[in-house]
T-cell receptor
Framework: GNSVTQMEGPVTLSEEAFLTINCTYT??????LFWYVQYPGEGLQLLLK?????DKGSNKGFEATYRKETTSFHLEKGSVQVSDSAVYFC??????????FGTGTSLTVIP | NAGVTQTPKFRVLKTGQSMTLLCAQD?????MYWYRQDPGMGLRLIHY???????AKGEVPDGYNVSRLKKQNFLLGLESAAPSQTSVYFC???????????FGPGTRLTVL
């Protein structure tokens, strides 16, 4: 079947620290991979995506590389800010229109 | 351009009551989705629609019904609410299946 597993939180970091949120997946076929971010009280917003193996998605200083050999799509940022505090969801989409989301990882960045 | 909007934002129901959640999008999107978000469970797909007049079941459809009479609106109904339906409900839409999904702000529903 199709599923996404991401590291459990909550994660608390100091400002300017390095961030990694792990995400691994199981999928039939060739999935597209996504990271969504949810700020408090809001809906999910697309952060970045990658549609094929070895693609790197990037946005707002965040990056993730689609690794087919390890079935992973880990989210990284070199220097987090307080404004990055949110819940981050890894997701995949296989052929068709159904998305599969991970359970979310809460990130809090303290000054 | 309001994007995806949801009505209401909050609601408290008693067990057995019914209600309808409204999702509206002004982006002329073909596809629309209803998810529920529960702690430790991520988002789970309830129902979705691939166009006006069509609906299909997702991962957790039991206890819910949907309708898509107009392209811009997707309604989620609970005929007889149960405490297990206490959740945050999100609507999403996209133009094509391959596109990113655009999410509404969510509806927090509590069933007592």
């Amino acid at each position: 079947g199709n599923s996404v597993t991401q590291m459990e939180g909550p994660v608390t970091l100091s400002e300017e620290a390095f961030l990694t949120i792990n995400c691994t997946y199981t999928a039939t076929g060739y999935p597209s991979l996504f990271w969504y971010v949810q700020y408090p009280g809001e809906g999910l917003q697309l952060l970045l995506k990658a549609t094929k193996a070895d693609d790197k998605g990037s946005n707002k200083g965040f990056e993730a590389t689609y690794r087919k050999e390890t079935t992973s799509f880990h989210l990284e940022k070199g220097s987090v800010q307080v404004s990055d505090s949110a819940v981050y969801f890894c997701a995949l989409r296989v052929t068709g229109n159904q998305f599969y989301f991970g359970t979310g990882t809460s990130l809090t960045v303290i000054p | 351009n309001a994007g995806v909007t949801q009505t209401p934002k909050f609601r408290v129901l008693k067990t057995g009551q019914s209600m309808t959640l409204l999702c509206a999008q002004d982006m002329n999107h073909e596809y629309m989705y209803w998810y529920r978000q529960d702690p430790g469970m991520g988002l789970r797909l309830i129902h979705y629609s691939v166009g006006e007049g069509t609906t299909a079941k997702g991962e957790v459809p039991d206890g819910y019904n949907v309708s898509r009479l107009k392209k811009q609106n997707f309604l989620l109904g609970l005929e007889s609410a149960a405490p297990s339906q206490t959740s945050v409900y999100f609507c999403a839409s996209n133009l094509w299946a391959e596109d990113e999904q655009f999410f509404g702000p969510g509806t927090r529903l509590t069933v007592l």
